[in-house]
């Protein structure tokens, strides 16, 4: 089966503090992307970051950092320092050679003065 | 560089009449997408086009649903007739290179079905 998890429903921090969102996939093939996207209220997904299958490095941007872990399947999100903006529903997806991308259920943050 | 298109952004109708929802791509983009987004739930494909081809449309409800790319730039995705379970976010995408390159979203359009 092809199927992105994210079992973390809804997340609610106090700004300041780190937080990490979990996403766990499932595929057959062997080359594939991961991608997080960001949806804020206004509706439109924000491409943060796009990760292949044969580079397991891990990235940092700015607040952003991603973990991605061939051996668990998993490619989890962290946001440091958190902001009230950072509040949004977040997006994990899995995609394959045709373009098809599998999003997971989302996680809503919520970032609390 | 201008985003994806879309058009209306939001539209209320009655079951069982019929709605269009135009898209128009980041210009040179050759693929093009129509996503569903049920409230609470991630985005569904409903179908993909490279240029004005269809290379997936396993997830369409071709009972009532259509889609077309005449031209290979815009496309229209059309309910007829609609049900209340189609009240959702339609989202079109597009990318340069379907199988490597992030796809660029547009704002989508919300319908409700009453």
């Known amino acids: 089966a092809q199927k992105v998890t994210q079992a973390q429903t809804e997340i609610s921090v106090v700004e300041k503090e780190d937080v990490t969102l979990d996403c766990v996939y499932e595929?057959?093939?062997?080359?594939?992307?991961l991608f997080w996207y960001k949806q804020p209220p206004s509706g439109e997904l924000v491409f943060l970051i796009r990760r292949n299958s044969f580079d397991e490095q891990n990235e940092i941007s700015g607040r952003y950092s991603w973990n991605f872990q061939k051996s668990t399947s998993s490619f989890n999100f962290t946001i440091t320092a958190s902001q009230v903006v950072d509040s949004a529903v977040y997006f994990c997806?899995?995609?394959?050679?045709?373009?098809?991308?599998?999003f997971g259920q989302g996680t809503t943050l919520q970032v609390k003065p | 560089e201008a985003g994806v298109a879309q058009s209306p952004r939001y539209k209320i109708i009655e079951k069982r009449q019929s709605v269009a929802f135009w898209c128009n791509p980041i210009?040179?983009?050759?693929?093009l997408y129509w996503y569903q987004q049920i409230l609470g739930q991630g985005p569904k494909l409903l179908i993909q086009f490279q240029n004005n081809g269809v290379v997936d449309d396993s997830q369409l409800p071709k009972d009532r649903f259509s889609a077309e790319r005449l031209k290979g730039v815009d496309s229209t995705l059309k309910i007829q007739p609609a049900k209340l379970e189609d009240s959702a976010v339609y989202l079109c995408?597009?990318?340069?290179?379907?199988?490597?390159?992030?796809?660029?979203f547009g704002p989508g359009t919300r319908l409700t079905v009453t």
């Open positions: 995408a597009s990318s340069l290179v379907p199988g490597v390159h992030e796809q660029y």
């Open positions: 997806a899995l995609k394959f050679s045709t373009g098809k991308l599998i």
């Open positions: 210009s040179g983009h050759a693929t």
């Open positions: 595929t057959r093939d062997t080359t594939y992307y």
